[in-house]
Nanobody, 120 residues
Framework: QVQLVESGGGLVQPGGSLRLSCAAS????????MGWYRQAPGKQRELVALTTSSGRKNYADSVKGRFTISRDNAKNTVYLQMNSLNPEDTAVYYCNAANAYGLGSSLSYWGQGTQVTVSS
């Protein structure tokens, strides 16, 4: 059984930083593309960042230069370092692991989500 458990969300002031973690269990991780998605109230879920099994990384334009995705295969953990946060980053952040259906598919693996709120 595959499980993804996010942590690290919370309330932060504009300009602040947070680091999200996603711990994966089960027979996945080092061979899986991993991603972080977010969903703000009233909006569709969107891809924030991804890292492939080969190490390629990709970011949404809105977070380029501010967010960094990384993975530690020895710990089965993927991270999202978020700097210079602004209120538009407020959302529930989800960890996602690709399977045969692909990254971001509703049939792939998802964590339960962690709330990030950026507010003064």
């Amino acid at each position: 059984q595959v499980q993804l458990v996010e942590s690290g969300g919370g309330l932060v002031q504009p300009g602040g930083s947070l680091r999200l973690s996603c711990a994966a269990s089960g027979s996945i991780f080092s061979n899986n593309d991993m991603g972080w998605y977010r969903q703000a109230p009233g909006k569709q879920r969107e891809l924030v960042a991804l890292t492939t099994s080969s190490g390629r990384k990709n970011y949404a334009d809105s977070v380029k230069g501010r967010f960094t995705i990384s993975r530690d295969n020895a710990k089965n953990t993927v991270y999202l370092q978020m700097n210079s946060l602004n209120p538009e980053d407020t959302a529930v952040y989800y960890c996602n692991a690709a399977n045969a259906y692909g990254l971001g598919s509703s049939l792939s693996y998802w964590g339960q989500g962690t709330q990030v709120t950026v507010s003064s």
